[in-house]
């Protein structure tokens, strides 16, 4: 039964969200529809824009991306130090 009660409660801590979470927004990447006529048939992709590494509108996403990573990464960092 302790066991029990722990393991409730250590899930409750631990999906809890901070008031850091809940300001924290992924970006989210610009849709630009491309098509592809292949084997006889037509594919969109909405995402081939980022298929070039040298534009600046990629690398800019991606480090936007990885921004948001560190600081999702910091918050979780810190409330892991709080369960173990």
Known sequence: MKYLIYVVCTLLFACKTTPDQTELKPP????VPKAFNEHSGTRLDEYFWMNDPKDTAV???LKA????YERWGRLCRKRNHYIF
């Not at 989210?28 to 849709?31: E, F, I, L, Q, S």
């Not at 991306?65 to 948001?68: F, G, K, L, M, V």
């Open 28 to 31: 989210v990447a610009n849709k």
């Open 59 to 61: 690398i800019n996403h």
């Open 65 to 68: 991306e990885n921004a948001y």
